[in-house]
C-alpha cells in the first residue's frame, strides 16, 4: 500500500524549457515529502539551454526519452501528447502547458494518459462532452503555474526589481509576444519612449532567440534594449511567472501569456496586427489555421488594438484605470483556471498519492 511515507519516483518529460514553470511546483511538493523526482530532458532541442535551468534550479535530470521506458518509475507527468505513452510502465499524467488557447488540439490525449488533468470548469465540461466514456480520467485541480505567483514574496519581488534595475515606483509593462504571428516588427523603433514613466519588460518568446528566420525580431529587441527605461530578457530567462506577478498590464500578440495574466485579473492589450510570411499573405486560409478559432470567444476580456496606435491608446488606458473590464476576466479566471490559491500541486500530490494507492490495494 502506498502512503506519504513510502518512497516513489517521479518524471516529468520536458520538450521545452517552458514546460518548467509548470512542472516545478508539482517537483518541489513531491520532494518535500521526500520522494524522488527527476526531470527528462529532450535532446533534440534547447539542450543547453534546458541543462542550464536544471542546474540553477538544483534538480535532478537525464537526457533522452529512452528514460521514459527504461527507469523504475511510478508516474510520468506530459505537457504535451506523447504518441508511446501507452508503452510506459507507470501511471501517466497529462497536464496541457497553457491555458485559453490550442486547448482542442489535446483533448483527443484523454484516451491514452491514465490521468487528465484539469484547470476549472470549462474544459471539464467540454471534454467530459466530447470522450465521456474517459470522463472518469478528468480532474479538476486547477493551474499548478500559478503557485508561484501566490507564494511570490515581496522578497523575491524585491529581488527582481534589483537584478534588473527596474523602479519600484513607476509602474511596469510587460510585453510578452509570442514568434509567429507576431507583432513585434510591426511596434514602432521608438516604442519604449512613449511610456518614459514607466518600466517597460520585454519578453520574447524563446523561438525568436534561437531560429534564423526571426533575425529581425532580434534587431528590434536590441533597439529596443537601447532605452534607459526597458528591459529586455534573456534567452536564460525562462520563467515568466515572476513578471507576471510584478507588472501592471501586458502586451501581447498570439500568446497563451496573456490568458494567464487576464486570469490573475490584470489588463491585457492584444495586438491584432502581424508581420506575415509571404505564404500567409498568398494564401491567408493559412493564418485562420494557424490561430485557434477557441480564443474569439475570450477576445472580450482584453483590450483588442488593429494597429500600433491603438496599443498605445489601450495601454495608456490600461494604467489609468485597470479595473475597466474586471469583471469579463474575473468571470474568465473562474470558469478556465479554477481555484487560484497557491495549492494547486498540493491537490495534484495528493491526488498521485491515491490513484497509487488504489492501483496496489
Not at 519516483?9 to 514553470?21: A, N, Q, S
Not at 529596443?224 to 528591459?231: F, G, P, V
Amino acid at each position: 500500500m502506498i502512503n506519504k511515507t513510502k518512497k516513489i519516483t517521479i518524471l516529468f518529460y520536458v520538450e521545452y524549457p517552458y514546460y518548467f514553470p509548470h512542472f516545478i511546483p508539482i517537483g518541489r511538493v513531491f520532494e518535500n515529502f521526500g520522494h524522488e523526482v527527476v526531470y527528462i530532458l529532450s535532446n533534440n532541442q534547447n539542450s543547453e539551454n534546458m541543462e542550464n535551468i536544471v542546474q540553477e534550479n538544483n534538480l535532478s535530470y537525464k537526457f533522452g526519452v529512452e528514460n521514459l521506458f527504461k527507469l523504475n518509475v511510478d508516474v510520468v507527468f506530459f505537457a504535451n501528447t506523447f504518441d508511446r505513452v501507452e508503452k510506459i510502465d507507470a501511471i501517466t499524467v497529462f497536464l496541457e502547458h497553457g491555458i485559453g488557447a490550442k486547448s482542442n488540439s489535446f483533448y483527443s490525449g484523454i484516451e491514452y494518459f491514465d490521468i487528465y488533468l484539469v484547470e476549472g470548469n470549462q474544459k471539464l465540461k467540454t471534454i467530459s462532452n466530447l470522450y465521456p466514456e474517459h470522463k472518469n480520467k478528468l480532474v479538476k485541480v486547477g493551474f499548478s503555474k500559478f503557485d508561484e505567483v501566490v507564494n511570490f514574496s515581496t522578497s523575491n519581488k524585491n529581488k527582481l526589481f534589483e537584478k534588473y534595475s527596474l523602479n519600484k515606483s513607476k509602474k511596469t509593462i510587460l510585453y510578452a509576444p509570442t514568434f509567429f504571428p507576431s507583432s513585434i516588427e510591426k511596434m514602432a523603433d521608438n516604442f519604449p519612449s512613449e511610456f518614459k514613466e514607466c518600466n517597460i519588460i520585454i519578453k520574447p518568446h524563446y523561438l525568436t532567440y534561437e531560429r534564423k528566420n526571426y533575425k529581425k525580431q532580434v534587431d528590434k529587441l536590441h533597439i529596443w534594449q537601447k532605452y534607459s527605461n526597458c528591459i529586455v530578457l534573456p534567452l536564460s530567462e525562462y520563467n515568466l511567472v515572476p513578471f507576471l506577478d510584478i507588472a501592471d498590464v501586458m502586451i501581447s500578440d498570439e500568446s497563451s501569456a496573456m490568458f494567464e495574466f487576464a486570469a490573475l485579473n490584470k489588463p491585457v492589450v492584444s495586438n491584432r496586427y502581424f508581420k506575415l510570411r509571404w505564404s500567409y499573405y498568398l494564401m491567408p486560409w493559412k493564418l485562420k489555421q494557424r490561430i485557434d478559432k477557441t480564443k474569439e470567444s475570450y477576445r472580450s476580456i482584453f483590450d483588442n488594438a488593429n494597429s500600433y496606435i491603438e496599443t498605445l491608446k489601450f495601454t495608456k488606458e490600461a494604467l489609468k484605470n485597470p479595473k475597466k473590464l474586471e469583471k469579463n476576466r474575473l468571470n474568465f479566471s473562474s470558469d478556465i483556471c479554477g481555484e487560484i490559491d497557491g495549492k494547486v500541486s498540493n491537490r495534484i500530490y495528493e491526488l498521485i498519492l491515491s490513484k497509487l494507492k488504489s492501483k496496489t490495494i
